[in-house]
């Protein structure tokens, strides 16, 4: 065991970027994939860090830009296990975007946002996922704008794969987390977790008490279920996979790849060149 | 030589009878050298195309015409005054133009399409009756008609031509040119087809103008070619997608018009830390922000040398005509893969969307370079080496850990505040330029040897000034010669400071500000003694440098 094994990072303690981490670190060794065919992939933010603390490939990129990175490695090379860990500023502020736009893409990586409702590597301002009058230093009159429910978003949007996982219920994110990597798609999992530092709002104790894995007769098929059940914030946050259908993913779809040669794999003949500077003539 | 001018609104089908025309103008031995001025609109405007052909190899653009033909009648208000005396005018009978000037013919093409069931095909009849003016055969055609033309409009079309082609008597001779067998190929085109021929895998971009054209090209060949050519929600996305596929292996590129290329800066820097190879394609148009969309200018220059915070190593090659934009592409790739930075190739709208005859590529000297080299004892992706230059392995096809990191990092490409190594980082990456330095190509210079007069340009002004020196040497008042640069970042020196003693040096640039003037003054303390700039976003041709200089001016 400990293929992936442990560095010493810059997070603080009791930070629930740990757990995410080993929950990640659990799920790949049960999966049993080599680290050598994993690629994490990081934009910018203490969960974008990540990357450097499991031994495997790393793309540490772009404030709000690991997505169309992430993306574009698994579609240079499909034989790649491509996993995004990032942060909700990261993910949904500066990178919103490409949320959005990837989710209608497709191609088959894993996307798992730390979401602690809050900027830690900037020193605690509002993020996407704050709550509506949250005090912080730039928000001095309290977080004008209304949260972003991710889940939600991502459902809407056409995702196939939507869970909601919390840092304190290892089993379950581990769980969630091995399904996501094996899904022949995008799958997006938003993963509440709190930031001890500078959010004392959603602290631990909260989301131990709102988090509510779903029943187990639960239909995750149900796409209005999924969005209506996506909507509940206030009284429970639910857990689990929230939503899951199969759709043909990027390299399926593509008229390149769908033959399922890598990319990187395959040469351009002499004879093609020629033809086609033949047909200027 | 001759040149005519085709004009009319968009949506009249200029592009579609220049592209006819041009074809059927090399098959029959011309040297083709097409540009396109458009409005930056769909329908309605003024558009018009210069069709340039002759049997010796043209360089530039020109606005002494030989014949005009007009689609609507704007064209002949607006052009009239560019043509010769005994030029024509080529028009409907309908249109409201005097025929007292005895240079204008006029054809019902309108009735003639009408007649025939399609009231589109009245462009063809001008093809036809273009053909029989310059003493062409009526025989390869229907070919050409087939290759750019739907099956269901193909007869009617055939038909309208011909109709054209009985209508008129011949006017010019056919010259016998040796051109035939060349290619013809736009700008844009020969830039992708250069990708192709570099192992290019991956393209990415956002649809902008001009820089359109090679992403539409690089699309049109995706499958044939095995390239995976994405349109990118952004051009943010765009850039930092073709580093991701870089990093995977895959031989990227990621192309755009100037306002693409500013949201791309950031990730130009990630490059240059993060040592991934990258190639980003600037096809200049005039600026700031959107400046005019479908014109052209070299005005990217010093905005691209410097694009992006910090410090790091870049190639920018400016690409000079169609032939240099495939050989160059190909170098652009390789370069990049060698020395893991990003290489930014400019070309512009000019270049870009003008058609040429070319002699055909040779691919035989063509060599990718390999993209990794074999790793001893511990892998370190960020090894300090003396020539710069790290291991590079692919992730995935080695057992070693590969990693990529924006943060200054140290050799194993993790994240670091250390002082000495931020210094020993530095020092590496710029160590690259060394080598790169030395493989520079040095600007071709053109002209009379012992010259008084030295012009100095880059980029697509070649071809104009390769014609303005032959043009100023014929006419017997001084002798000149000139420099124009391809390889412009960092600046090749040697035959400039050999050339520039002594001389009269005039730059002549597609710009307000005489960048590449200033470029040189920066970096070599010679600075230039006039300058030829134009930046109404029409580019200068030939004739144009040739009369400024003449009449000592600067503009």
Request: proline share 4%; aromatic share 8%.
């Amino acid at each position: 065991m400990d293929k992936f094994k442990t560095y010493e990072t810059a997070w603080c303690p009791g930070c629930g970027n740990f757990s995410i981490l080993n929950s990640l670190k659990t799920a790949l060794e049960e999966l049993g994939i080599e680290p050598n065919k994993v690629l994490m992939v990081g934009g910018i933010g203490q969960a974008a860090k990540t990357p450097q603390y499991l031994n495997a490939n790393s793309f540490c990129g772009l404030h709000g830009r690991a997505l169309p990175a992430a993306v574009a490695a698994k579609i240079a090379n499909e034989e790649l296990t491509v996993i995004v860990n990032s942060g909700d500023g990261d993910s949904y502020g500066e990178g919103g975007n490409h949320f959005i736009h990837n989710i209608r893409r497709n191609v088959n990586i894993a996307h798992f946002v730390h979401d602690n409702q809050i900027y830690g590597l900037t020193k605690g301002q509002a993020s996407p996922t704050s709550g509506e009058g949250f005090i912080t230093g730039v928000q001095t009159d309290g977080n004008l704008n209304t949260p972003l429910n991710p889940v939600l978003l991502a459902i809407a949007s056409g995702a196939g794969f939507v869970a909601r996982g919390f840092s304190g219920d290892s089993k379950q994110l581990v769980s969630i987390m091995k399904e996501a990597i094996l899904y022949p798609g995008y799958a997006f999992v938003d993963i509440l977790q709190p930031c001890i530092t500078f959010n004392k709002v959603n602290t631990f104790a909260y989301y131990k008490n709102m988090a509510a894995p779903l029943e187990d007769d639960y239909d995750p098929t149900n796409r209005l279920e999924a969005i209506r059940m996506s909507m509940e914030v206030s009284e429970k946050i639910p857990t689990g996979i929230l939503y899951r259908e199969d759709r043909l993913d990027f390299h399926r779809k593509n008229g390149i790849l769908n033959d399922g040669t890598p990319l990187i794999k395959r040469e351009t003949q002499d004879q093609v060149l020629k033809d086609l500077i033949g047909s200027f003539i | 030589m001759y040149n005519i001018l085709i004009g009319g609104a968009a949506g009249q089908g200029i592009d579609t009878t220049v592209s006819i025309l041009e074809k059927l103008l090399k098959h029959s031995g011309y040297y083709i050298y097409t540009t396109r001025d458009f409005m930056s609109r769909v329908r309605g405007g003024h558009n018009f195309s210069l069709l340039r052909f002759g049997t010796e190899v043209i360089t530039s653009h020109s606005y002494c015409l030989d014949g005009i033909i007009a689609l609507n009648e704007e064209t002949i208000d607006i052009h009239k005054h560019e043509l010769k005396e005994q030029g024509f005018i080529l028009c409907d009978s309908s249109f409201d133009y005097p025929d007292t000037d005895l240079r204008v013919l006029k054809l019902p093409m309108n009735k003639i399409a009408k007649e025939l069931g399609n009231g589109k095909a009245s462009a063809s009849v001008a093809v036809g009756a273009v053909l029989k003016l310059f003493g062409e055969p009526f025989t390869y055609i229907e070919e050409v008609m087939a290759d750019v033309m739907k099956k269901e409009i193909l007869e009617v079309n055939l038909n309208a031509a011909k109709a054209g082609y009985a209508a008129v008597e011949a006017k010019f001779n056919h010259l016998e040119g040796g051109y035939k067998d060349y290619m013809l190929i736009s700008g844009s085109e020969a830039l992708g087809l250069g990708a192709v021929a570099g192992g290019l895998k991956f393209y990415s971009a956002y649809p902008m103008s001009p820089s359109t054209a090679v992403l539409e090209y690089l699309a049109s060949v995706g499958h044939k070619a095995g390239i995976v050519v994405e349109q990118a929600e952004d051009e943010i996305a765009a850039v930092n997608m073709a580093l991701g596929a870089s990093f995977a292996g895959a031989r990227a590129m990621t192309g755009t018009s100037g306002g693409g290329f500013c949201l791309k800066v950031e990730a130009l820097g990630f490059s240059g830390i993060a040592e991934i190879p990258l190639v980003a394609v600037d096809v200049q148009r005039p600026g700031p922000a959107t400046g005019l969309p479908t014109r052209t200018e070299q005005s990217d220059l010093k905005f691209v040398i410097s694009a992006s915070q910090g410090e790091f190593p870049r190639l920018v090659i400016a690409l000079r005509n169609q032939e240099d934009a495939f050989y160059q592409t190909f170098r652009a790739l390789n370069l990049a893969e060698k020395y893991q930075i990003p290489v930014i190739l400019l070309s512009d709208q000019y270049l870009g969307d003008s058609t040429a005859c070319v002699k055909p590529f040779d691919i035989s000297g063509l060599k990718q370079v390999s993209h990794a080299k074999e790793a001893q004892g511990e892998y370190l992706r960020y090894r300090i080496t003396e020539d710069g230059i790290s291991p590079r392995l692919i992730p995935g096809l080695t057992d070693h850990i590969v990693a990529a990191d924006s943060d200054e990092h140290d050799e194993r490409g993790w994240i670091t505040e250390s002082a000495e190594v931020r210094i020993q980082m530095v020092d590496k990456r710029m160590r690259k330029l060394k080598g790169l330095i030395e493989e520079l190509s040095e600007p071709e210079f053109m002209g009379v040897e012992h010259c008084e007069t030295l012009l100095l340009g880059w980029g697509s002004a070649y071809g104009p000034i390769k014609e303005a020196v032959s043009l100023l040497n014929k006419n017997g008042k001084g002798s000149y010669g000139a420099l124009v640069f391809g390889d412009i970042y960092p600046l090749p020196q040697e035959k400039l400071k050999f050339y520039a003693k002594g001389r009269t040096l005039i730059n002549v640039e597609q710009n307000a500000t005489g960048q590449l003037a200033s470029l040189i003054r920066e970096q070599t303390g010679i600075e230039c003694h006039k300058s030829i700039l134009k930046y109404d976003g029409r580019q200068i041709s030939g004739e144009e440098i040739t009369k400024i200089v003449l009449e000592g001016g600067s503009r």
